[in-house]
């Protein structure tokens, strides 16, 4: 930074006003530096990743307390559209935006919440009515318990068609077809 009166390219300068590198260096003009081409190299973002965080996109988490408000955009002066009330509901992150996440529920409904409402602790919701939690990612083992429409669980574990989860203090494995919040293809942890 150049303080003080000072001259580039025969112009003067004003108290804290800055000159480029290029500028000082070369005594070019800034009104045709302006006008030249930008040569930087940019490589185009990962649209799998976060824009933020680089972590997947899509990705579940969930809510951390028993309210959330998920907005029209991404910032406190947009209107909220949806208000999230179930503590642990998981939520998938379809996009990023500084300290805004774009997150929807099993249903599609969803907004912008700021990311300090979310957890990475991850949980599931059963999609089936009276889903068997079995005692291993296997049909023929022995039913533990069964989970009724909606229920919120924690995820435990995931292989490839079954994943375990705790309701309730009990732990159990379901098939992945009865459970949202987690990828077809995911192994968890």
Known sequence: MILGWAFAAGAPMAWGQEASIEEQAEGGDAKAMAKAPKTRDETPRDPSKGAV?????????????TEGNARRGP?????????FTR????LKITAEYEHWRRV???????????????????????????????SAPDEGSEVLFQNELNVVGRLVQCVPDWCRIMVEGE?????????????????FP
């Open 104 to 134: 929807e529920d099993a249903d599609g409904a969803g907004g912008w919440i700021h990311y300090m409402l979310l957890s990475g602790v991850r949980s599931v919701l059963v999609t089936k009515d009276m889903a068997e939690a079995h």
């Open 53 to 65: 965080t680089g972590l997947p996109i899509p990705r579940y988490v969930s809510l951390k307390g």
């Open 87 to 90: 503590e642990g509901m998981p």
């Open 171 to 187: 732990k159990g494995w379901l098939p992945k077809a009865d459970l949202w919040g987690v990828k077809p293809d995911e192994i």
């Open 75 to 83: 910032g406190l002066t947009h209107r909220i559209d949806w208000v």
